[in-house]
């Protein structure tokens, strides 16, 4: 068994795996040294699932004593092995305090033409759903920040887009006005010309940001006809709802995916070694 831990810009999204197999996924917030500390020191698989799914995620003293001292002075009960992958450098630095902990970066991913500073969640993800349903690729990832990420039938990094994703650009007109409130995303496509402030806001992110994935759906296309795209990200499933009724065709060949950058660090030479550790 070993763990699988994505440093995202809201949140942490952990993948339990047995060897290839993804048996579990948990969403978490940023967790404490001390909660690094518990997590190596799981013995069990219950253990560890507990304290995952537990909330908020302080570790209960009690899940560990009795045995804690045999902990302490055994050499031979290693933690889980921890394969990371952040988009976070001030979160990572916290993760390096785990001891049986695996970084991945861009070597370890055998995509062509990757610029140095490109997210290692973007080449993740691209690398998973390349590997799964076929190149060309292209990976449109609503998280945080919502990106584009298009590899080739070679495997070379054709390029991408970075914006601001759905709950970012509410947050931000929030924040930033004086008289914007704090609006949900709806859970279905709102009336374009709307007459309330509400709506009003719903409809231009959400129907700008459609008209804007389907621009680059269709730039993709008439580069890679055959192209493949998958979607990932929290906003995944809202976003493609939206298109599906807004755009069907474009909706009919969406690959929607939550786990896009588990596949990916599963299909790294990391992981490899974790299977055979
Ligand atoms: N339970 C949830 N908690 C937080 N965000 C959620 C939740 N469910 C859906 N979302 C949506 O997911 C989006 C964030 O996506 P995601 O969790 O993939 O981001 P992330 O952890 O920052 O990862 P990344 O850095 O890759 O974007 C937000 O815009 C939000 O609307
Ligand atoms: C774009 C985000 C924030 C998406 O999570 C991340 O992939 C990142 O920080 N990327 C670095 C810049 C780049 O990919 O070009
Ligand atoms: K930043």
């Known amino acids: 068994m070993w763990l699988a831990l994505i440093i995202g810009n809201s949140r942490l999204h952990w993948g339990l795996f047995d060897g290839k197999t993804l048996c579990h996924t948990y969403d978490t917030e940023?967790?404490?040294?001390?909660f690094v500390y518990y997590l190596s020191k799981?013995?069990?698989?219950?253990?560890?699932?507990?304290?995952?799914?537990?909330?908020?995620?302080?570790?209960?003293?009690?899940?560990?004593?009795g045995n804690q001292q045999d902990r302490a002075d055994s050499p031979t009960t290693p933690s889980f092995p921890l394969l990371l992958a952040s988009v976070v450098p001030s979160q990572t630095a916290l993760w390096l305090t785990y001891p049986n902990v695996r970084v991945v970066t861009l070597?370890?991913?055998?995509?062509?033409?990757?610029?140095p500073t490109l997210g290692i969640d973007r080449a993740l993800a691209l690398w998973g759903a390349g590997k799964t349903w076929g190149?060309?690729?292209l990976v449109i990832d609503a998280g945080t920040a919502l990106t584009f990420t298009g590899a080739d039938a070679n495997q070379n990094l054709f390029g991408g887009a970075i914006l601001p994703g759905l709950g970012l650009q509410m947050a931000t007109l929030a924040e930033n006005t004086g008289q914007l409130p704090n609006v949900e995303l709806p859970h279905d496509l709102p009336q374009r010309f709307?007459?309330?402030?509400?709506?009003?806001?719903?409809?231009?992110?959400?129907?700008?940001?459609?008209?804007?994935?389907?621009?680059?759906?269709?730039?993709?296309?008439?580069?890679?006809?055959?192209?493949k795209i998958a979607i990932t990200g929290g906003d995944r499933t809202l976003l493609a709802k939206y298109l599906q009724s807004l755009f069907p065709e474009i909706a009919k060949r969406l690959i929607v995916e939550p786990n896009l950058i588990f596949w990916g660090m599963e299909k790294t030479q990391n992981a490899q070694f974790f299977h055979n550790s």
């Open 107 to 115: 070597e370890d991913i055998p995509l062509q033409g990757m610029y």
């Open 194 to 227: 709307a007459v309330n402030t509400q709506q009003a806001i719903q409809s231009g992110v959400i129907y700008t940001l459609l008209a804007g994935i389907k621009d680059f759906v269709e730039a993709w296309w008439q580069s890679f006809p055959q192209g």
């Open 30 to 34: 940023r967790l404490s040294k001390s």
């Open 135 to 137: 190149f060309p690729m």
């Open 42 to 65: 799981c013995q069990r698989l219950s253990e560890v699932q507990e304290i995952l799914s537990s909330s908020p995620h302080t570790p209960r003293q009690s899940l560990f004593v």
